[in-house]
């Protein structure tokens, strides 16, 4: 599939469903079922739902121990072990280290706290340290230990350091919400959570899902990294040079501005390629375009992941999660790359279709010659020592002793000599002066102006003050042209304008409702 620059290009909810699903059970005391009431519409009737909250312990069966720290592995086959630090240590830490080789580093305090093995089963490494000055830290305690689960599911079952709940808790409270009226088995609970999961935001009253926004975010962030903002500069040369951004820190912990994360900003991004997605297909489907390089082309997008996935040292899978989110996998984000394909081969085909005429260019060209055209004229600069009245008025007449001498283009190349401040020699060269192949966009703003005026002619000569420059600039105009040069340039303005304005009859009819999850402007 070819690249194409114009606008786009190809680069704990599971805690609530768990606490329930095996802690629904029927009434046994309840009368069976008669001829008005079906077995399954009694369970319906009976499910309990009444949160069952697992919580850890420290039964000091199984520890490494010293006089300051205790690490407690009694329950390593439900998927945790807890820790505590009595010493006097303002900073302590523990680290844990699986068989995936993450290391986890957690801070410790003097009553027990919960830590998960989310690694699975295997050898674990744990360590307590403690601060010695700034980041550096002595080892108190180091130990490794097996684990073999009981259940894969369980380091996610249990409260933990980092997410801590009781039986009490706003999102225990909110998971018995979502199970009531659960058919048998967790069924309607996961209906539910699903009909919330897939309603993240809303686009044209389509239902948008985390993880498809999330898709559309990465989608969104690369492109606008990528995207050439001059030379060979990116936005996110850019962002990372001039405006602050850090790749190493989350985007929603990075003040884009006030009241505006750069999540904010990359969401909004994200907002902007959902509804133009949706306009593609749409005008797609209208127009009955036939997507024959389907299967191609996504095989070709995945394999490109999976060499940047290698290029980068990591595994297919957490590539995948570092550009579409934490919840990707390739199965669940499929779905929404075939359609970003679909749109993007749709998009090249409206380019073919919106592509400027020759008769386009040269009017568009006609109606913007001063950005176009290249100037040749030569200069002299007179000083003012200061920007004193006095000072000023010493160069403005200086200045109008130059221009005085200069009827020809000669009689200025002499004068640039003849007014060189003495040891200056820069213009024993003819051409010291020579302005060449230049646009309106890079003369000194105070002369732009007079040179592209469209009544210049060869041979003019004027004097410019430039009062923020405190000096005086003798001019000499030579010519303009236009070599055809930048006909692509327009040719790609004009299929911008063109396509913007095409998109626009559907994209301008979409609502979107965000609710409160970021700021959308």
Request: include cysteine; glycine fraction near 4%.
């Amino acid at each position: 599939m070819k690249s194409y620059q114009m606008y786009r290009f190809i680069p704990i909810m599971l805690l609530c469903v768990c606490l329930f699903t095996g802690g629904c059970s029927q009434n046994k005391d309840q009368p069976s079922a008669t001829h008005n009431q079906t077995p399954a519409t009694e369970a319906a009737s009976h499910t309990d739902h009444t949160p069952q909250v697992l919580t850890p312990q420290a039964d000091g069966t199984k520890t490494f121990t010293t006089d300051t720290a205790v690490i407690d592995i009694s329950h390593t086959q439900e998927g945790y072990i807890m820790a505590k630090y009595t010493g006097s240590n303002a900073k302590p830490k523990l680290q844990l280290t699986g068989t995936d080789g993450i290391t986890y580093t957690y801070s410790l305090y003097k009553d027990y706290s919960t830590f998960p093995l989310t690694s699975g089963d295997g050898t674990y490494q744990v360590g307590v340290y403690e601060n010695v000055s700034d980041d550096r830290y002595t080892t108190l305690l180091s130990e490794t230990f097996s684990v073999t689960l009981t259940d894969p599911l369980k380091p996610y079952l249990y409260p933990n350091q980092y997410v801590n709940f009781t039986a009490d808790s706003l999102p225990v409270a909110k998971a018995e919400e979502l199970a009531d009226g659960a058919s048998s088995g967790g069924t309607a609970i996961g209906l539910k959570l699903n009909s919330i999961y897939n309603d993240y935001i809303e686009v044209d009253n389509d239902k948008i899902s985390q993880i498809e926004f999330d898709f559309y975010y990465g989608i969104a962030k690369t492109n606008s990294l990528n995207t050439t903002l001059y030379g060979s500069m990116t936005y996110g040369d850019y962002y990372t040079s001039y405006m602050g951004y850090k790749t190493s820190q989350s985007d929603k912990s990075q003040e884009y501005s006030t009241d505006y994360t750069w999540y904010d900003f990359f969401a909004n991004s994200a907002v902007s390629t959902i509804k133009e997605t949706k306009a593609l297909l749409k005008d797609a489907d209208a127009n009955g375009f036939t997507y024959d390089n389907e299967d191609a082309d996504y095989d070709e997008f995945i394999g490109k992941l999976k060499d940047a996935a290698n290029k980068a040292d990591t595994s297919y899978s957490d590539y995948l999660k570092q550009m579409f989110g934490k919840r990707a996998t390739e199965k669940r984000v499929k779905e929404f790359l075939k359609d970003y394909l679909k749109s993007t081969a749709y998009q090249e085909k409206l380019t073919e279709t919106l592509a400027a005429s020759d008769s386009e260019v040269s009017a568009y060209y006609e109606d913007n010659k001063d950005t176009y055209d290249k100037f040749e004229y030569r200069m002299f600069k007179v000083k003012a020592e200061s920007s004193d009245s006095s000072d000023m008025a010493n160069a403005k007449e200086t200045a109008n002793s130059f221009a005085s001498g200069v009827s020809s283009e000669l009689d200025f190349i002499n004068q640039c000599r003849k007014f060189a401040e003495a040891g200056d020699d820069t213009y024993a060269d003819d051409a010291a002066s020579l302005v060449t192949e230049t646009k309106k966009s890079n003369i000194e703003e105070a002369c732009a102006d007079w040179i592209a005026s469209s009544d210049r002619k060869e041979g003019d000569l004027t004097v410019i003050e430039d009062d923020d420059n405190t000096c005086f600039y003798i001019v000499y105009y030579i010519s303009r042209s236009y070599d055809g040069s930048d006909d692509d340039a327009i040719k790609s303005t004009l299929l911008n304008q063109k396509y913007s304005e095409y998109i626009k009859k559907y994209t301008d009819e979409y609502s979107v409702n965000v609710k409160k999850r970021f700021s959308y402007k």
